[in-house]
């Protein structure tokens, strides 16, 4: 196994590694590959396939940390608690029954350590009448604080925070207030908040015309905005908080592999993975920075990670058990797994090319569209072996797949500190920071450190002075094509965060997790151009995030999608 550096080491303890009834911990790291490739190969059997020989290739491409599933599949895998996926959506529907359902559903959900997202679009309007009781209706944003509430207390296994995706259709009656919603502190402090727009909406703001809120119940026309008005409301608030971000549905649903069996209406919690009603999805991610050769990708070596990762995947639905009868059920229909990339910043660096350059874009085409091409081989392949998913031949597929999907950019908050590389596609941050979980990890990179010390520097003096700046470009010492490489979030402008998005998502079924860093003196009007060229980019969402600004969003510093 390759060696794990501290970081990794802290997290797995802390996080992972089984322990037994008193909580001491009972594995080894390598011990807990084993575990997860025992039960994901165990799978194979029903198949014919070799059960061994996929047990110990699944322990390598873990183990040597090219290949890392998600979370709850490296925790729950070969445990009592067999729940392997990430990302669930769940139904709501405008009645009390229904609520409280999702609600109780949620709870499973989220003691098995998945994220939820939910639409509450369908949610009678605040005031509206409620006929059984005679009384009037409280409205969408507040059911959400009962869903905020239960996940305040219910904390993923014990081991991770509760996370949820709240999405509010742009037509709704309380759209203001769901969009103001995060602008008091610590409300709705486990969601992250996503206005869904569509055709109709960009339409009217294009034509200058007013735009319709609607009551989901009635199907009456409520009152007329101004869209122009309503957009630049998302966009204040998005300035102040990060929150909401806004999705593209009618994007969405022109990539909605299985149309026929229900539209599209949100995502998971952090917007990576648009999902039907009662869906859920495995993700797992190549780690980009262990492929490569000298100063150029290892494609050879990719291609074969690739096709190991959508098996583990597919072997993960297989074994995986769901909190939900109707989650199972949905789930055996369309097989979507998610597989994605992070370290793409190290690679970047290793290729010498900088983030912000126009290069970078090129190299995000050249790898997502691979990843992307081998991916849908590998469930072809599975397919021939094992059928095609049930729901194959009434979705968008010509050819028979295993999956409904193949691809999606995670941000892979932890599995990167695990495989010890920068997070998803992001830029970096900091060369070294103090990251406030686990009672604080210390993170340094190690790329920066070699090629600093490679020029003579003392990495060790320097890495104190940059502790927990926001950027290396104002430091004299460092010679400039090593800052150039070393560009932080903060330091790229907002259309490159967009162009690098926007080059991934040409290649990726599902979505793109990517947050668009705006520095402290953007204006309302720069978070509302990004979200303009979002759309004009064929972005499926989009998430900003100005320096400063007072951050309410789930799950960690700034970045989060
Ligand atoms: O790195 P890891 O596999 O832990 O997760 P990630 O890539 O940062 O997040 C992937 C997805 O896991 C998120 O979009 C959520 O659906 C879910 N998640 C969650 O439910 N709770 C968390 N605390 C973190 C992630």
Not at 12 to 36: A, I, K, N, S
Not at 452 to 476: C, M, N, P, S
Request: with cysteine; hydrophobic share 40%; net charge negative.
């Amino acid at each position: 196994m390759a060696s794990l550096d501290s970081v990794a080491r802290t997290v797995l303890r802390r996080r992972y590694l089984r322990r037994d009834e008193t909580g001491e911990v009972v594995e080894t790291p390598d011990e807990l590959f084993h575990r997860v490739a025992a039960d994901l190969a165990s799978a194979e059997a029903a198949f014919g396939g070799d059960v061994d020989a996929t047990e110990a290739r699944f322990h390598e491409v873990m183990a040597e940390r090219l290949f890392l599933p998600n979370s709850p599949t490296l925790m729950n895998a070969g445990t009592d608690l067999q729940q392997l996926a990430a990302c669930f959506v769940l139904p709501v529907e405008d009645s009390i029954e229904s609520i409280f359902e999702a609600l109780s559903q949620t709870a499973c959900i989220h003691q098995s350590g998945g994220g939820t997202g939910f639409s509450f679009s369908k949610l009678r309007p605040e005031g509206d009448v409620v006929g059984k009781t005679g009384g009037v209706a409280s409205g969408p944003v507040s059911f959400m604080q009962i869903f905020d509430s239960a996940t305040e207390q219910i904390k993923q296994g014990g081991r991770r925070r509760g996370a949820n995706m709240g999405v509010l259709h742009v037509s709704h009656p309380d759209v203001e207030t769901f969009v103001s919603a995060k602008g008091e502190a610590d409300v709705l402090r486990n969601f992250n908040l996503s206005v869904a727009t569509d055709a109709a909406f960009w339409d009217a703001i294009d034509a200058g015309e007013p735009y319709d809120l609607v009551n989901p119940r009635t199907d009456e026309i409520v009152r007329q905005v101004d869209p122009e008005a309503l957009l630049e409301l998302v966009a204040e608030m998005a300035w102040e908080t990060g929150d909401p971000g806004v999705l593209f549905l009618d994007t969405i649903e022109a990539a909605n592999p299985t149309p026929q069996l229900g539209h599209i209406e949100a995502t998971n919690p952090c917007g990576e993975v648009p999902l039907l009603p009662y869906e859920a999805c495995v993700l797992g991610s190549v780690n980009l920075a262990a492929h490569v050769d000298g100063e150029t990708v290892d494609w050879d070596r990719l291609r074969e990670t690739v096709h190991l990762g959508v098996r583990v995947l597919d072997d993960a639905i297989e074994r995986s058990t769901f909190p939900v009868p109707e989650i199972a059920e949905r789930v055996a229909e369309t097989r979507k797994v998610g597989v994605g990339v992070m370290g793409f910043h190290d690679l970047l660096v290793d290729l010498r090319v900088p983030y912000g350059s126009p290069a970078a874009v090129e190299v995000a085409e050249a790898v997502m569209r691979f990843v992307h091409d081998e991916a849908w081989a590998a469930s072809r392949q599975l397919a021939e072996e094992r059928g095609p998913f049930p729901a194959w031949e009434s979705s968008v597929h010509e050819t028979p797949v295993r999956n409904a999907t193949t691809t999606t950019v995670a941000p892979t908050g932890t599995i990167s500190l695990l495989a010890g590389c920068s997070a998803g596609i992001e830029p970096i941050y900091n060369v070294a920071y103090t990251k406030h979980v686990l009672g604080g990890l210390e993170i340094r990179n190690d790329r920066f450190v070699d090629m600093v010390e490679a020029r003579g520097l003392d990495a060790e003096v320097l890495l104190e002075d940059l502790h927990d700046r926001t950027t290396i470009q104002d430091v004299e010492s460092i010679p400039d094509d090593v800052k150039r490489l070393f560009q932080t979030a903060h330091d790229l402008p907002p259309r490159q965060h967009l162009a690098v998005q926007a080059a991934f998502q040409r290649h990726t079924d599902n979505a793109v997790s990517k947050t668009v860093n705006l520095p402290a003196s953007a204006s309302v009007a720069d978070v509302e151009s990004v979200f303009r060229t979002a759309r004009e980019l064929d972005l499926k969402g989009v998430t900003v995030f100005r320096s400063g600004a007072s951050t309410g969003q789930v799950l960690g510093e700034a970045p989060r999608r």
